[in-house]
């Protein structure tokens, strides 16, 4: 079993500004444990390519408390900017490492990343984020349009379709932003008025409604789907119904909350309870990143890194 002083799990921004604040604060055995091959999947996976990548994403006005910060950028220089970090502070990163088990003994933790590796190190970070899991609608999505589906931003887009992008934060209006550029895009959301939007996508959502490039279906709640043609119908409820080539939910991600049940992590309502500094009522194990954001960002996950860090050295800086 291979020893470290603090293990972090996920190597998004989160768990590498975790391992920069890590190594800046001096605590000697830093590993990183990432399910997939690369850095930041959640970027990889699922920004589009050329996407305006904002530290103002949720209108938050975060100011940067850490030692990373960035400026308003694109998701390739963003992900060269985090790979030189990984280098400058020579991050010790295993891929492939999926941790399906964390268990706590005595002042240990033990963890497992596939059938053969097994860590073992006093304190844990979690930094996996939410987006392993996007929320889907309650009612069932019938097996005939399952291709029709998808759930968050396109990689690549349709062409000359109907689409219906499903969602009132800003990735709904990002998603609802590009497929416009070649789709007749309508964008529904349950509320009358859009209030969570950064002032940019915001203002580029109002000039597309304007220039009629995008249909807003605000107040509206779908009731359930169904196959009609090679289309999707949307019925809403008070009984009107759309159809469409295909539909983009975006409604963001949800919290692996079993897998932090598993390790004994407490949960209040459907998020894990939590102490200032991201430390759970398990000793030693901390939460950062979206997993403990109300509205996640880049930002808010290099800043909960700085507190988490600040509050393992003032703890168990003497263990580590
Ligand atoms: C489409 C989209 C657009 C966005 N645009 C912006 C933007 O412009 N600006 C902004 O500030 N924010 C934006 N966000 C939000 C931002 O991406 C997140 O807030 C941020 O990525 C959270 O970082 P994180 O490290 O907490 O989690 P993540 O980035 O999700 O990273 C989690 C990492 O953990 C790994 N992992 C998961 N489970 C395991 C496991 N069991 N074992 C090992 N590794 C594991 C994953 O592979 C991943 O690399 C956007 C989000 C989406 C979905």
């Not at 959502?205 to 605000?218: A, C, M, T, V, W």
């Amino acid at each position: 079993m291979e020893r470290a002083d603090i293990l972090i799990v996920g190597a998004g921004p989160a768990g590498i500004a975790t391992a920069v604040e890590a190594k800046v604060g001096g605590i000697g055995k830093v590993v990183v444990l990432e399910k997939a091959d690369h850095i930041c999947d959640t970027i990889v996976r699922l920004y589009h390519p050329g996407k305006r990548v904002d530290p103002n994403f949720q209108d938050l006005g975060l100011k940067p408390i850490g030692t990373l910060s960035f400026k308003t950028t694109t998701k390739e220089k963003f992900l060269q900017f985090i790979q030189k970090v990984v280098k400058k502070y020579d991050l010790d990163i295993r891929y492939k490492h999926t941790v399906d088990r964390v268990i706590k003994k005595n002042d240990f933790f033990e963890v497992r990343a596939g059938k053969d590796y097994l860590f073992k190190a006093p304190i844990v970070v979690l930094a996996i984020g939410i987006f392993g899991r996007p929320v889907k609608p309650k009612y069932k999505i019938p097996k005939e349009v399952r291709d029709k589906v998808f759930f968050g931003m396109p990689l690549s887009g349709p062409e000359n379709k109907t689409v219906l992008v499903v969602g009132g934060g800003n990735t709904a209006a990002e998603t609802a932003c590009l497929l416009s550029e070649k789709n007749k895009v309508f964008l529904s959301y349950r509320r009358p008025q859009f209030f969570r939007l950064n002032p940019v996508n915001m203002n580029k959502l109002e000039e597309k409604s304007r220039q009629g490039l995008i249909n807003l279906l605000l107040n509206t709640d779908i009731e359930g789907i169904e196959p009609e043609g090679g289309q999707v119908k949307v019925r809403f409820k008070g009984g009107e119904t759309m159809s469409f080539d295909a539909i983009y939910y975006c409604l963001g991600g949800a919290t692996p909350q079993s897998f932090l049940q598993s390790i004994g992590v407490e949960l209040e309502g459907k998020r894990p309870k939590i102490g200032p500094d991201g430390e759970t009522n398990v000793r030693g194990l901390f939460l950062v990143g979206d997993l403990v954001a109300e509205k996640g960002s880049i930002m808010f996950a290099f800043n909960s890194a700085k507190i988490t860090v600040e509050g393992i050295l003032r703890k168990y800086g003497n263990v580590i």
